[in-house]
C-alpha cells in the first residue's frame, strides 16, 4: 500500500480510480465519518485503512488489484456501504461495488468531433424498452437505420444504477455507474463508439435535482441534502449551503465523467427547476463553464440542454448577459401548443394552451409565456427569450414525460389520426428549432409508453401506486392507472420494431425520412430569421426569405378544408412536400408547382401542411 500523504486528494477523481503507476486509489467524501475502510472483497477479504484529510476527504492507495475486484466502504459502526462515485453496481444498489477502468478501452471515434446543435436533430430513447434484450449492445443493430433515417443524435434516458431491472431512470442513486442490467461500463462505451462510426452523436440525460428513494446512501457520508428547500422528491440536494463546494464538485465531476470516460456529446439536465441555488456563482453557469474547458481540450463540440418549466431566458442567454451560458433548453410550450391543437384537451396544464396564437408566439420566439398569466399556475409565467437563436430550443410533438405522464401512457398515434400525426411531425420538423423524435414516433409505434419500476421496498412500492392515482386527478383521465411495479407494465411498453414492416407504419416512416431530408436540405436550423403568420384562426404560415430564395410552409390545424388567405406571392411556386399527397396516404395530391395570383388562395385538405418554395426562372440568379 502506498502512503496516502504521497497524493493530492482533491485533484484525484472521486471513487475508485487507476493511477499511472498502476496503483489504484480510493477516494472518499465523507466529512462526517471520522474513520472509514475499504473493504476488498476479492481476490482477496480484507481491510484497508483509509486516510482523512482536514476537508473530509479519505483517501486509500493499494498497489495491485484484480480486474473486477469488489468492495464497500466499512463505516465506523461495522457498516458496509456501497462507494457513492462506484463506477458499477453489479449487484444492484445494495450490493459491492466493482472497480473499473474506464480507461482501458480502446476507443476508435478518434477523428470525431461531435454536430453542431443548430443541424442537430435528436431521437430520445430508453434503452430498457427499445429492444427485447434492453441492453446498451442491442441498441447497436439498430444504429444504422436511425442514422439512414437521418437522426444526427441518439439521447439516452438515465442510465445511472437504479433499483431491479426496470426503471425510467430518474430513480437512480448511483450517478457515475451504468446500470448493471443494461450491460455496464464497457458496453456504454461500446454503444457511444459505435455510434460515433455511424455519425452518430449521443447525448446522455443526467439527473442533478434529486436521486431516487432507494439505495440512496449519499446521505451516509456527508451534508449532501439540505432541508431547506424541498423539492418533489423531498429534500432537496445542497448546492448553495455549508459544505456544498464538495457537493458541488461531486456532480461537475460526474458531467465530466460521463463526457470524457464515455465520450458523450451532450448532457441533458433533468428538471433544472428543481435544483435550489442561490449562490452567486449558480451550479449550472459553474458547470457549463467546467464543460466548456474540456470541450476545448478535447477538441469536441459539447452540448449542455436543460429541461426546466420555469421559461427562464437565463438557462441559455450568455454569462455578459447574466445568464448560465447553457446552449440549450426544452420548450415545453411548443409541445402544449401542438398537442392541445391536435387533440382538443384542455386539463391540467394543457388548460393555458389551445390557439393557434400560442404556437405562432412560440415559433416566434422559442416559448409563448413571456410574464403573462397563466390560468393553470394562477400567476404569471416566464420572461421573454426575444433575441435568442432559434438553435437554443430543443422542441418534440412527443417525449417520454408528455407521453408516459398521461395515465394509460398513450403516444400521440393513439389520440390522433395518421393525418394529425403527419402534420404533429411537419411542425416539428420543419420548425427553426432543434426538433427531438421520441422512440418509435417515426414509423406511428402503438404500443404506449407506461411508468415502471421495480423497487425491492414493498412500502415504497404502494407509495408510488398511490402518488401516480393521485396525479392524474387534474387532467380528468379516467383510464385505470397500470400498476408500475407490475412486469407487464414494463413488457406492454416494449417498441415493436416489426410494425416497420407494415402499413400505414411503412408509409409514415418514409414520410419522416423525407421530412427529415428536406429539412437539412433547406438547411433549417441554421436560418437566421422567420415570418410566422396567422393567415386564420387554423392556418399557420412559416415564411423564409433569403439569397436561397422564398420558402413558404403552410399548416392547417382545421379539421376541414381551408382557403386563408395569403401574402401577395405572385409566381410560380414549387411543391416539395403535401402531407395530403396520396403516396403519404393522403386524401389528395397537388400538382407539382402551384401559380399563386390574386386573390391569393389556395386550398389545403384538413390536417395538412404543405412545403412551397419558389421557382427561380430560367437565367435568373439563385
Known amino acids: 500500500m502506498t502512503t496516502p500523504s504521497l497524493v493530492r486528494v482533491q485533484s484525484l477523481p472521486l471513487g475508485a480510480s487507476r493511477l499511472s503507476g498502476g496503483e489504484w486509489a480510493f477516494s472518499l467524501w465523507a466529512p462526517l465519518l471520522e474513520r472509514v475502510n475499504v473493504h476488498l472483497l476479492d481476490p482477496r477479504d480484507h481491510l484497508i485503512q483509509m486516510e482523512k484529510d482536514e476537508r473530509g476527504y479519505h483517501l486509500a492507495v493499494v498497489e495491485e488489484l484484480a480486474a473486477g475486484t469488489r468492495y464497500f466502504y466499512r463505516l465506523e459502526d461495522g457498516r458496509d456501504l456501497p462507494d457513492p462515485a462506484s463506477r458499477f453496481q453489479p449487484e444492484g444498489i445494495h450490493g459491492p461495488s466493482e472497480v473499473v477502468d474506464t480507461g482501458a478501452f480502446q476507443w476508435s471515434d478518434q477523428e470525431w468531433t461531435g454536430i453542431a446543435l443548430e443541424r442537430s436533430i435528436f431521437y430520445e430513447l430508453h434503452v430498457g424498452t427499445y429492444t427485447p434484450e434492453g441492453s446498451f ?3 447497436i ?3 444504422s437505420q436511425l442514422a439512414e433515417l437521418g437522426i444526427t443524435t441518439i439521447e439516452l434516458m438515465p442510465v445511472a444504477q437504479f433499483p431491479g431491472s426496470r426503471n425510467w431512470g430518474y430513480d437512480g442513486v448511483f450517478p457515475f455507474a451504468p446500470q448493471n442490467s443494461y450491460g455496464g461500463p464497457e458496453a456504454l462505451q461500446r454503444l457511444v463508439n459505435a455510434a460515433h462510426q455511424r455519425g452518430l452523436a449521443v447525448a446522455l440525460d443526467v439527473v442533478y435535482n434529486h436521486l431516487g428513494p432507494e439505495g440512496n446512501y449519499l446521505g451516509e457520508y456527508g451534508p449532501y441534502f439540505t432541508d431547506r428547500y424541498q423539492g418533489p422528491w423531498g429534500k432537496a440536494v445542497n448546492f448553495d449551503g455549508a459544505a456544498s463546494d464538495e457537493v458541488r464538485r461531486y456532480f461537475i465531476d460526474n458531467a465530466l465523467y460521463w463526457l470524457e470516460e464515455y465520450h458523450f456529446d451532450a448532457l441533458r439536465l433533468d428538471a433544472v427547476h428543481c435544483i435550489f441555488d442561490f449562490s452567486a456563482l449558480h451550479l449550472l453557469a459553474e458547470l457549463k463553464s467546467s464543460v466548456d474547458i474540456l470541450a476545448t481540450r478535447l477538441g469536441r463540440k459539447i452540448h449542455v440542454i436543460a429541461e426546466s418549466d420555469l421559461n427562464d431566458s437565463r438557462l441559455i442567454l450568455p454569462g455578459e448577459r447574466g445568464g ?16 392541445t391543437l391536435l387533440t382538443k384537451e384542455r386539463k391540467g396544464y394543457y388548460e393555458d394552451f389551445g390557439t393557434l396564437s400560442h404556437l405562432a408566439e412560440t415559433l416566434r420566439d422559442g416559448w409563448y409565456y413571456r410574464g403573462q398569466y397563466s390560468r393553470h399556475r394562477k400567476r404569471r409565467h416566464g420572461n421573454s ?7 437554443h430550443f430543443v422542441v ?3 417525449n417520454h414525460d408528455q407521453v408516459g405522464n398521461r395515465a394509460a401512457g398513450e403516444r ?9 400525426l403527419k402534420l404533429a411531425a411537419g411542425v416539428t420538423l420543419l420548425s427553426p428549432f432543434v426538433p427531438l423524435l421520441f422512440m418509435g414516433e417515426e414509423y406511428g409505434e402503438t404500443a404506449p409508453f407506461q411508468y415502471f419500476i421495480s423497487h425491492l421496498d414493498a412500502g415504497l412500492v404502494e407509495a408510488v401506486r398511490r402518488g401516480r392515482r393521485e396525479e392524474f386527478s387534474a387532467f380528468g383521465w379516467e383510464e385505470a392507472v397500470p400498476d408500475p411495479q407490475d412486469e407487464a407494465t414494463f413488457q406492454r411498453s416494449q417498441l415493436r420494431h416489426p410494425q416497420k414492416q407494415e402499413e400505414p407504419h411503412a408509409t409514415m416512416l418514409r414520410f419522416y425520412r423525407e421530412l427529415i431530408e428536406l429539412r437539412k436540405e433547406l438547411d433549417l436550423g441554421a436560418s437566421s430569421y422567420w415570418h410566422v403568420w396567422e393567415c386564420s384562426s387554423s392556418v399557420l404560415l412559416l415564411f423564409r426569405e433569403d439569397k436561397t430564395g422564398r420558402l413558404a410552409i403552410i399548416f392547417n390545424f382545421a379539421d376541414k378544408k381551408a382557403s386563408p388567405e395569403l401574402p401577395e406571392w405572385e409566381g410560380l411556386w414549387k411543391v416539395r412536400l403535401s402531407s395530403a399527397e396520396t403516396k403519404w396516404r393522403g386524401a389528395g395530391s397537388l400538382t407539382e408547382q402551384v401559380k399563386l395570383s390574386k386573390p391569393f388562395r389556395l386550398d389545403l385538405h384538413p390536417h395538412s401542411f404543405l412545403v412551397l418554395q419558389e421557382s427561380i426562372s430560367e437565367g435568373e440568379p439563385a
Not at 448560465?324 to 398537442?339: I, N, R, T
Not at 427569450?385 to 438553435?391: D, L, Q, R, T
Open 141 to 143: 443493430a439498430h444504429l
Open 137 to 139: 449492445d442491442a441498441v
Open 412 to 420: 400521440l398515434s393513439a389520440l390522433v389520426d395518421s393525418e394529425g
Open 385 to 391: 427569450p426575444h433575441g435568442i437563436s432559434s438553435s
Open 324 to 339: 448560465y451560458g447553457l446552449d440549450g433548453q426544452w420548450s415545453d410550450d411548443f409541445h402544449h401548443s401542438v398537442h
Open 396 to 398: 418534440c410533438s412527443q
